[in-house]
């Protein structure tokens, strides 16, 4: 029998679903469509504005006329972790039991912030140190994904604003490599295929082999950055530059080629970001070679992009085309917004997907507690039903003095049930009274604690995403300011707190240069300096004191959502 199922991706420039009809060796796309969001609405894959990302999400359904409201939804962004570990060998329960605990060892995510679910992909049993004598723990290779609880809360309260159901929340870099079928001849089995998902806020890199992930990061910078870029080397409106971007201004125009020039820095260092990643993953292995490097996402089709990051990688270049491995059904889409779908729509065919995807990589961070009360809700309708059931049984076999006599004994005790509720709810309201009184003053308790607070968690994850890949942090400290809003820097940009770093990295002189660059792209740090600096081996290790002032970008916002 065939089954419909709805991926719905959430990105930072527009909300896109797309509906499969999933059967027996058949998968057909039935309906796909897309509707824009302004800038600031998703920011780093966080829903800020839940009610205008609901009223896309209306827009997109009635514009798209999908036939289900329930929907496989992706996350991701910094606070979102995709991550490998070795762990004692145990049964599923008890693991899952054990990863309540220790999942801090793995994600940076306190326990009770954390959602997360998890796969085997080796349970082959092994020393847990190889090389040792048998007689130590055995382990066996987990995929696990977290995310923190607050992406999860934004991203259902848009849904429930928009009148859908997530049956699950998958991580979208798991949905890429669902998306984007493995080569049919691919090499021997050290062989390594890198996906590049690069959207509008976030560029995604998912690395897979023989199949499985392997490593995956989010970079907090995108296609946006390069559109910025154009607009203010150029003084145009950001439209124009999009266009400019993509290469639909004739490129040997004067325009085109200001564009290029002005753009070829932003394209440099987001290669050379990608180019880290893979390489830190690189270093890792033994004897892996990459096969294919696909790119994928809106951003993808920037012209030049694909060849910047090519020339960093040796590799074959692939553009991910994800309607390939779909029949397609009676698309209401012109060639143009066709073309553009292909780039854009790889996530949502992934997350619809989701439902016939090998156990080994689909997994959902959907909260516990909403998943427990779904099943309850369910289990009410179906006693519902149960006892609509039976009463239509006795009314077709019962006599009527039967019924009569049951009617008379439930008014009854409908009758006494009524007098009980009543008596309950008087009792209930006094207590309530005084209650609502308590967390009026306890939440306004809070709201006083957190004012200013800032996420050192999201800090430091954006932190770890623009700093160069041959630096790297031996010591840092956080201070949260005692007085908000007071100048950070000489831009007058209110500062909440000061971080101070010691760095140690190579490169010299040079890498000190590309360390303020590079926190220079972190709108959440401003006024960064360095001190004592110091050079040795001839010009190649170097080792640094920095200081830089927290913006108010960094702040948590969790007074203002007690507030609400």
Same mark, same amino acid.
């Given at each position: 029998?065939?089954?419909?199922?709805i991926g719905?991706?959430?990105?930072?420039?527009?909300?896109?679903?797309a509906?499969?009809?999933?059967?027996?060796?058949?998968?057909?796309?039935?309906?796909?469509?897309?509707?824009?969001?302004?800038?600031?609405?998703?920011?780093? *894959?966080?829903?800020?504005n839940?009610?205008?990302?609901?009223?896309?999400?209306?827009?997109?359904? !009635?514009?798209?006329?999908?036939?289900r409201?329930?929907?496989?939804?992706?996350?991701s962004?910094?606070?979102?972790?995709v991550?490998?570990a070795?762990?004692?060998?145990l049964?599923?329960e008890?693991?899952?039991?054990?990863?309540?605990?220790?999942t801090?060892e793995?994600?940076?995510? !306190?326990?009770?912030d954390a959602?997360?679910?998890?796969?085997?992909?080796d349970?082959?049993?092994r020393?847990?140190?190889?090389?040792?004598?048998?007689?130590?723990?055995?382990?066996?290779?987990?995929?696990?994904? =977290?995310?923190?609880?607050?992406?999860l809360?934004?991203?259902?309260?848009?849904l429930?604003?928009a $009148?859908?159901?997530?049956?699950?929340?998958?991580?979208?870099?798991?949905?890429?490599?669902?998306?984007?079928?493995?080569a049919?001849?691919?090499?021997?089995p050290?062989?390594?295929?890198?996906?590049?998902?690069?959207?509008?806020?976030?560029?995604?890199v998912?690395?897979?082999?023989?199949?499985v992930?392997?490593?995956?990061?989010?970079?907090t910078v995108?296609?946006?950055?390069?559109t910025?870029?154009?607009?203010?080397?150029?003084?145009?409106e950001?439209?124009?530059?999009?266009?400019l971007?993509?290469?639909?201004?004739?490129?040997?125009?004067p325009?085109?080629?200001q564009?290029r020039k002005?753009?070829?820095?932003?394209?440099?260092?987001?290669?050379?970001?990608v180019? *880290?990643?893979?390489?830190?993953f690189?270093?890792?292995?033994?004897?892996?070679?990459?096969?294919?490097?696909?790119f994928?996402? $809106?951003?993808?089709?920037?012209?030049?992009? =694909?060849?910047?990051?090519?020339?960093?990688?040796?590799?074959?270049?692939v553009?991910?085309?994800?309607?390939?491995?779909?029949?397609?059904?009676?698309?209401?889409?012109?060639?143009?917004?066709?073309?553009?779908?292909s =780039?854009s729509?790889?996530?949502?065919?992934?997350?619809?997907?989701?439902?016939?995807e090998?156990?080994?990589?689909?997994?959902?961070?959907?909260?516990?507690?909403?998943?427990?009360?779904?099943?309850?809700?369910?289990?009410?309708?179906?006693?519902?039903t149960?006892?609509?059931?039976?009463?239509?049984?006795?009314?077709?076999?019962g006599?009527?003095?039967?019924?009569?006599?049951?009617?008379?004994?439930?008014?009854?005790?409908?009758a006494?049930?009524?007098?009980?509720a009543?008596?309950?709810?008087v009792?209930?309201l006094?207590?309530?009274?005084?209650?609502?009184?308590?967390?009026?003053?306890?939440?306004?308790?809070?709201?006083?604690?957190?004012?200013?607070?800032?996420d050192?968690v999201?800090?430091?994850?954006?932190?770890?995403?623009v700093?160069?890949?041959?630096?790297?942090l031996?010591?840092?400290? *956080?201070?949260?300011?005692?007085?908000?809003?007071?100048?950070?820097?000489?831009?007058?940009?209110p500062?909440?707190?000061t971080?101070?770093?010691?760095?140690?990295?190579? $490169?010299?002189?040079p890498?000190?240069?590309?360390?303020l660059?590079?926190l220079?792209?972190?709108q959440?740090?401003?006024?960064t300096?360095?001190?004592?600096?110091?050079?040795? *081996?001839n010009?190649?290790?170097v080792?640094?004191?920095s200081?830089?002032?927290i913006?108010?970008?960094a702040?948590?916002?969790?007074?203002?959502?007690v507030?609400?």
């Amino acid at each position: 029998m065939d089954s419909i199922s709805i991926g719905l991706d959430i990105g930072s420039s527009a909300v896109r679903a797309a509906e499969i009809e999933i059967g027996q060796g058949r998968r057909v796309l039935r309906r796909y469509a897309q509707v824009g969001l302004p800038h600031g609405y998703v920011v780093d *894959g966080e829903i800020v504005n839940v009610p205008g990302v609901s009223e896309a999400l209306r827009r997109l359904w !009635a514009e798209g006329g999908f036939s289900r409201t329930k929907v496989v939804t992706g996350i991701s962004g910094p606070r979102v972790f995709v991550r490998q570990a070795d762990v004692p060998a145990l049964n599923a329960e008890d693991l899952r039991s054990s990863l309540k605990f220790d999942t801090q060892e793995l994600i940076p995510i !306190a326990m009770e912030d954390a959602s997360f679910d998890f796969s085997v992909l080796d349970d082959g049993k092994r020393a847990a140190n190889e090389g040792q004598p048998p007689g130590n723990q055995q382990t066996m290779r987990i995929l696990i994904v =977290a995310a923190h609880r607050d992406v999860l809360r934004t991203h259902l309260a848009a849904l429930k604003g928009a $009148g859908l159901n997530a049956i699950a929340m998958d991580a979208a870099p798991l949905a890429l490599i669902r998306a984007v079928p493995p080569a049919p001849d691919a090499g021997h089995p050290m062989g390594v295929e890198v996906i590049v998902s690069i959207g509008a806020e976030l560029t995604t890199v998912a690395v897979r082999q023989a199949g499985v992930p392997r490593f995956i990061r989010s970079l907090t910078v995108g296609g946006d950055n390069v559109t910025e870029t154009i607009a203010n080397a150029m003084h145009l409106e950001m439209a124009a530059a999009e266009r400019l971007k993509r290469g639909a201004v004739g490129s040997g125009t004067p325009q085109a080629a200001q564009a290029r020039k002005a753009m070829s820095v932003e394209l440099r260092d987001l290669a050379e970001d990608v180019r *880290g990643t893979v390489d830190f993953f690189m270093s890792q292995t033994d004897g892996s070679t990459i096969e294919r490097l696909l790119f994928t996402g $809106g951003a993808s089709q920037t012209e030049g992009l =694909a060849a910047a990051i090519g020339n960093t990688i040796s590799a074959t270049i692939v553009q991910v085309d994800p309607f390939s491995s779909l029949t397609l059904g009676d698309l209401d889409l012109d060639p143009e917004a066709f073309g553009r779908a292909s =780039a854009s729509a790889t996530t949502a065919i992934g997350l619809a997907l989701w439902p016939v995807e090998s156990p080994l990589i689909r997994l959902s961070v959907l909260p516990e507690e909403v998943a427990a009360a779904r099943r309850a809700r369910r289990m009410v309708a179906l006693a519902a039903t149960s006892v609509a059931g039976l009463a239509a049984f006795l009314g077709v076999v019962g006599a009527g003095e039967f019924l009569a006599v049951l009617s008379a004994q439930h008014q009854v005790t409908m009758a006494q049930h009524h007098v009980q509720a009543l008596t309950t709810e008087v009792a209930q309201l006094q207590t309530e009274t005084a209650v609502h009184s308590q967390v009026q003053a306890q939440a306004q308790m809070v709201v006083s604690t957190l004012q200013g607070d800032i996420d050192w968690v999201r800090l430091l994850g954006q932190l770890a995403a623009v700093m160069p890949p041959n630096m790297s942090l031996t010591s840092f400290q *956080g201070t949260r300011s005692q007085a908000s809003g007071s100048p950070s820097s000489s831009s007058g940009a209110p500062g909440v707190g000061t971080l101070t770093f010691s760095v140690k990295g190579t $490169g010299g002189s040079p890498a000190v240069a590309a360390w303020l660059d590079s926190l220079a792209k972190d709108q959440s740090l401003e006024g960064t300096w360095v001190t004592g600096i110091s050079i040795s *081996g001839n010009g190649g290790t170097v080792s640094f004191g920095s200081t830089a002032n927290i913006t108010s970008v960094a702040q948590s916002g969790r007074a203002q959502a007690v507030k609400q």
